[in-house]
């Protein structure tokens, strides 16, 4: 209230802006009202488990009895004793390796098609996208179980047996999944591709540039921004994944622990085992690795991103 | 410019306070419904169970009719298949969520006595009768000597068996007091004429391991709740079961890891093998999934005859400790185990009663696989050893990593001893913690 009656504040000025002065605090004050649904939960859904979570991940906890203290046991244990919590780390990068860029590569091809679409685009864009809502769904993970188990439609299509019943193929029957759902990556593709000014294009056809060379030496660059976002947000998800590889590959991540990925090992330690400390540990150390590579993205971002902005320097 | 200011905070308030509102039902959004409330002042009860669609049949009957004669008790019934109940359960116990009535196995009991989810049931004496339970039986649901569970029904392993297609084989049946390499002599001839494997890999069943690991004198546990067998014991076990699914003689390793703990995911619900081993009431399952009916065989014994299989409390029912309305949960657990015509509804479902009048009562009247199943009880009686005691709380997560360990076997990414090491350290560290 000071800042109201304490300001001088000149005719003109007041004259436009009389309402708004007072408003300004006002609105800080409904800003923090509307806030409040975010910042509580926040607060007590995010942050407080967080601070829980790290706790926990020092202590041997089975839900049931009081938390006990083993200081870095947990750590120790998972790097040095558990070749299963290796393995898991094993089909989490390989998972991470095949279904990013997959996916980000039909997501940019299909978003150059799109864009030199002359009509129905609205309408593919959408039958594109519409994965992207429904996969993430328990429902769409049963049914590509069902899918590619033996005696399933792939398997009868193609003669293969069932994927999610071959160590070697399961994580691509949960990779294609992701992949499918390309119509996310895809839009914000489209929309980038569409803010790259035209008079770009038109001054490098009149050059002679190939189609090809137009798109290494105006789209890539262009773009580069929106790739190095749907990047870093698809590699980070990818680390995360766990509904598809909890139900293709029946919840226990096999066969032969071959979907056994982080997320789902995690579960299994916690929910299953009752290791909640374990988990915890588990949890923290996934968060530091994403943050890690993360980290590392952006630092070669520096070579490889390049925004318009810099062209005026 | 007092008057606005005193206007704004007050709106501002009504917004905090609708906000807060908002957020708080967020919150308890999660926590869900506690036992209270219900319509027109009813008690509602959660009772959960595992088990086959027959099962589930058969059990909500009872329940309607426990609804019927207790018009002021509401029950919400919930059932799955063994695996997806054994984490859905712990995720709610954990929570402090557990269902007011539940269905436990002999693995749980320890666990969830010794955290505190179940109810005592001393607490409702005058409630629950069990003066017809024999008394051994009953004393497999005390821990630390309180009852904290009561026995529902026994049950035995069994080889379960296509009949039709193991007699067309013409390959010798199944006999109480075979052996194991009778038994795997047996799946090798049922391969070679039938075409397919004799039955399901034993070599992921834990239970099975248990039978054969007993028929030679040894126990999964021993009594101060440490592993009961040597990585040579178990190397043995994988060793036996990896040379049989090599030959073909049973399921290949796509087909084992398919399990879940329901008879529809077997090999043989699946038409992929002549047999099975299962426990005796769940087989019921395979007489909707094998067109010309199964019959129920004894498990093999150690090969001085020593019978390895044991007559099991198949499982308990237990009540939550924070249960809303305890009596009214006691009352349910009375009726499923002590009514009459709550009996004849349910016959062997879960297994032959534990309750003795019951048992006598009832057993006239069974009729298809009820009766298999008290003829097959019937015909071990007397035979075999007493049940160990019940496994200490680490082996419900054991069980899964046997699987686990064998699936590396089976899929040929490790050796039997290499897998048995590994499992032998983790159930180690398991049995420590």
């Known amino acids: 209230m000071t800042t109201t009656t304490d300001t001088p504040v000149t005719a003109p000025a007041a004259r436009t802006t009389p309402a708004k002065r007072p408003g300004g605090r006002q609105r800080e004050g409904a800003a923090w009202v509307f806030l409040s649904p975010w910042v509580l939960g926040a607060a007590v859904l995010t942050l407080l488990p967080m601070a829980v979570s790290l706790y926990l991940s020092f202590t041997d906890y089975d839900l049931f009895n009081p938390p006990r203290w083993v200081g870095l046991r947990n750590y120790t244990q998972m790097f040095t004793e558990d070749p299963r919590y290796w393995r898991s780390v094993g089909a989490t990068l390989t998972y991470v390796v095949i279904a990013v860029p997959l996916q980000l590569g039909i997501a940019l091809v299909v978003a150059l098609g799109l864009k030199s679409m002359r009509r129905g685009r609205g309408f593919y864009r959408s039958a594109f996208y519409a994965p992207s809502l429904l996969g993430a769904s328990m429902s769409i993970a049963l049914v590509w179980r069902a899918l590619f188990n033996d005696g399933g439609t792939v398997d009868n299509l193609l003669g293969t047996g069932g994927w999610v019943n071959r160590p070697g193929w399961a994580l691509f029957a949960v990779a294609l999944l992701t992949v499918w759902q390309f119509g996310a990556p895809m839009v914000i593709f489209l929309a980038g591709l569409q803010q790259i000014p035209t008079e770009l294009y038109e001054a490098a056809s009149v050059d002679g540039a190939s189609r090809w060379r137009q798109f290494l030496s105006i789209t890539v660059p262009m773009l580069s921004p929106v790739i190095f976002f749907n990047l870093v947000l698809q590699t980070i998800q990818a680390f995360q994944v766990f509904t598809p590889a909890f139900a293709v590959s029946g919840g226990k991540g096999g066969p032969a622990d071959s979907t056994l990925f982080y997320t789902l090992y995690l579960y299994d330690r916690g929910f299953v085992a009752s290791h909640m400390g374990y988990a915890s540990a588990m949890a923290w150390v996934l968060l530091i690795v994403i943050g890690a590579v993360t980290a590392v993205l952006f630092r070669t971002s520096r070579t490889w991103v390049f925004y318009a902005s810099e062209g005026d320097r | ?433």
């Open chain 2, 1 to 433: 410019m007092p008057g606005n200011r005193t206007r704004k905070s007050w709106r501002s308030r009504i917004a905090a306070a609708t906000a807060l509102l908002v957020s708080c039902s967020l919150l308890t959004a999660c926590s869900g419904p506690d036992g209270a409330g219900g319509d027109g002042g009813k008690v509602v009860l959660r009772y959960t169970w595992w088990g086959n669609p027959d099962r589930a049949a058969r059990t909500q009957e009872a329940v309607d009719l426990f609804e019927k004669k207790h018009p002021e008790i509401e029950v919400q019934t919930s059932f799955s298949g063994y695996d997806a109940y054994k984490q859905k359960l712990a995720t709610q116990a954990a929570g402090g969520d557990a269902p007011d009535v539940m269905q436990l196995d002999y693995r749980m009991i320890d666990q969830y006595a010794s955290g505190g989810v179940l109810l005592d049931f001393a607490e409702q004496r005058s409630v629950l009768d069990t003066g017809e339970f024999d008394a051994g039986l009953l004393a497999t649901g005390k821990v630390d000597g309180k009852q904290y569970a009561i026995p529902q029904a026994r049950g035995t392993e069994t080889v379960v068996y296509d009949t039709a297609q193991w007699k067309k084989s013409g390959v010798t049946l199944p006999r109480e007091g075979w052996t194991w390499s009778e038994w795997a002599d047996a799946m090798r001839e049922l391969a070679e004429r039938t075409g397919k494997p004799g039955a399901t890999d034993p070599g992921q069943s834990e239970d099975a391991f248990e039978v054969w690991l007993r028929g030679r004198g040894k126990s999964l546990y021993t009594e101060d709740r440490r592993l009961g067998f040597t990585v040579d014991d178990l190397t043995h076990w994988w060793t036996f079961a990896d040379k049989l699914r090599r030959e073909g003689a049973v399921s290949p390793a796509e087909q084992t890891t398919q399990l879940d703990g329901t008879v529809e995911n077997t090999p043989l619900g699946r038409g992929r093998a002549i047999s099975d081993s299962n426990w005796d009431a769940p087989s019921s399952g395979f007489v909707a999934l094998v067109p010309d009916g199964v019959t129920l065989a004894p498990m093999p014994s150690g090969e001085d005859g020593t019978p390895g299989q044991y007559f099991k409390p198949s499982m308990f029912m237990g009540v939550a400790a924070d249960a809303g309305h305890p009596e009214e949960s006691v009352q349910l657990v009375d009726f499923m185990l002590n009514d009459p015509d709550a009996a004849k509804i349910l016959g062997a479902t879960r297994g032959i009663p534990v309750n003795e009048t019951l048992r006598e009562s009832i057993a006239p009247g069974l009729k298809d696989f009820d009766r298999t199943v008290y003829d097959y009880q019937a015909s071990l009686e007397g035979d075999l050893d007493a049940p160990p005691q019940a496994p200490p709380s680490g082996d419900s997560a054991l069980q899964t990593t046997f699987q686990r360990d064998y699936d590396q076997v089976s899929y040929e990414r490790m050796s039997p001893r290499e897998a048995a090491e590994d499992y032998v350290t983790e159930a180690k560290a398991e049995l420590r913690s």
